[in-house]
């Protein structure tokens, strides 16, 4: 059997590892400057209007997975096995996505317009519905720098768009121009982002759109019952914000997606393993590559060692987490980030599994699983939330999150491609070591977090298992030889 010691094997290693790196790292400070826009937010709307604000996102979200139904995905499964169709897939498939954009915005506009949701609710969503716009519109350019892991620019572009989103934020907060400015500050950060990804992709291939109908035909048929799958997964990922936002008061929306926001934050830290991986294991799927199993051992790997911390921390530093950063008068918010925790453990693996089986072909399974999950999570959060507010969202989001799990596993496990358990003990040692790290060193709340993520990572280094293989064998070498 093929493994990752060869040298062409360790070559591919080096480059998924410094792909991710590269992305993780940018994903960081990304996330760092959007959180501090979270901040600046928080702290000048309050709970009430930053609750309008999450509902509208949370609704703009939907439709906006809706039209990108698995285009990207399915467009990305495409170049990656045949990477010499690229410009022609780019250039013909941007009219396409451009089109269902449109209408699909369009509709989610007058849905809202009639809908019950609160007027500020509504003013939000027709602001933002401009940002969405090019969200899905950046999104149909991205397979481009997927497949030719070339995501750290992706990321670059990402980092500049939050950074001058914040400026704006500031700016017209600093100048009272009041809610409305402050959502087009967030439309302004999407319409820079774009123009940003039109230059680099540019640069890498033509994007002269091209009007070819069969290829449009063959794109949706290929990537229907995908978009969907993708579409119903993304929409309970968000679905309680909107039935939250139905169902109680925007002060309660605001608590939850305060909470919510440091979910948000971990997916994007993380993401990239996952979007580095998918390329190579979609290669190795159809030319029938054995390097497939050790590739998905080693990224469920690195997921499990970069989730458990971020669980850890959420539980055991919620409440200054929350109040240090959105203000005291989201404190009860921290209720909702401790019941999330779990949820970012099980999303991370799911994110690889999910993309196990996209590498597979299996569309039809995952859109049968994500469509029984997402009936569940409308049903439970209908019954719940009536009855316990925001933290029956947050417990309804850990629960449907473990129900995808197991038929996500078990089809995975039939292929040959189901991680194995081995380095869980590893991550769990080190998992213990951060929580007691976190209740017993004293002093700020700052200086605990800072002191137990270092014992995690400590412990995760010292310990024999693939992040100290990555790490030492991989990674160590290449920095000092300084390529």
Known sequence: MSSFDDAPARGLVLRLAANSLAQAGGSFLAALVGFLTFVAVTRGLGPDAYGHLTAATAFLFIPTVLAEAGLSAALLRQISAAPEQTEHAIRASLPLRALVAVVALTAALGIALVSPLPYLTKVA??????????????????PVLQAQLKMHLSVAATLVGRVLTLGLTLGVLAAGLGFRSVVA??????????????????RLVSLRPIVDTAYWRRLVAGS??????????????RIDAVLLALLRDAHEVGLYGAA???????????????????????????????????????????MLAAAAPLAVGMVVFAEPVIVASAGEEFREGADALRLLAPYVLFSFVNGLLFRILMAHGRDRLLLATTGSVLAANVVLNLVFIPLYGFRAAAVVSV???M??????????RRRGLAPGTGYVPVVAAAAAAMAVAGVVVPGPALI???ASALVY???????????????????????????
């Not at 500050?185 to 540019?202: C, D, E, S, Y």
């Not at 129900?403 to 995975?412: C, F």
């Not at 990572?457 to 390529?483: C, I, M, N, Q």
């Open 185 to 202: 500050a967030q439309v302004a950060g999407a319409v820079i982002v774009l123009a940003l990804h039109v230059g680099i992709v540019g």
């Open 403 to 412: 129900l995808v799990l197991v038929p996500l596993s078990l089809a995975a």
């Open 448 to 450: 605990a977090m800072a």
């Open 125 to 142: 969503i027709v602001i933002s519905s401009a940002g969405s716009l090019c969200t899905l519109l950046t999104l149909s350019l991205m």
């Open 260 to 302: 919510y926001k440091f979910i948000e934050i971990s997916e994007l830290l993380v993401v990239a393993i996952p979007v580095s991986v998918f390329p190579p294991l979609t290669r190795f799927v159809a030319t029938g590559d054995p390097r497939a199993t050790v590739l998905v051992q080693r990224a469920f790997d690195l």
């Open 224 to 237: 229907l019952a995908l978009g969907l799958s993708i579409a119903l997964a993304q929409a309970y990922f």
């Open 457 to 483: 990572l400590a412990v995760v280094l010292a310990l024999p298992g693939t992040a100290r293989d990555v790490a030492f064998r991989h990674l160590l070498p290449v920095l000092r030889r300084g390529e």
């Open 399 to 401: 629960v449907t999150e």
